[in-house]
Nanobody, 116 residues
Framework: VQLVESGGGLVQPGGSLRLSCAAS????????MSWYKEVPGKERELVAR????????YYGDSVKGRFTISRDNAKTTVYLQMNSLKPEDTALYYC??????????WGQGTQVTVSS
């Protein structure tokens, strides 16, 4: 199983980015698909999660109303649309896929920097 993130970069406050996580070796059935952020000196933090069977979603309080997690089953790709970005969104963002049975996989991370 391989997860490859892309879409990070430098953006001004108020701007938008869309992160992508292309998965190979799995299908999106019976999985939780998540995005985490990591800032130096802090624990990795869950940003958003999507459950594959129900489509239910979870968002961290700091991103509610600004970020949207979605997926394309045909492309086995998970997205994180990030709008109204703030400097505090600056972090290394990781894609995570975890089966209902507990097998978990991580991508290599993509850097998001929000700065003027």
């Amino acid at each position: 199983v391989q997860l490859v993130e892309s879409g990070g970069g430098l953006v001004q406050p108020g701007g938008s980015l869309r992160l992508s996580c292309a998965a190979s070796g799995i299908t999106f059935s019976n999985y939780y698909m998540s995005w985490y952020k990591e800032v130096p000196g802090k624990e990795r933090e869950l940003v958003a999660r999507l459950r594959s069977d129900s489509g239910s979603t979870y968002y961290g309080d700091s991103v509610k109303g600004r970020f949207t997690i979605s997926r394309d089953n045909a492309k086995t790709t998970v997205y994180l649309q990030m709008n109204s970005l703030k400097p505090e969104d600056t972090a290394l963002y990781y894609c995570n896929v975890r089966s209902f049975a507990g097998m978990a996989y991580w991508g290599q991370g993509t850097q998001v920097t929000v700065s003027s």
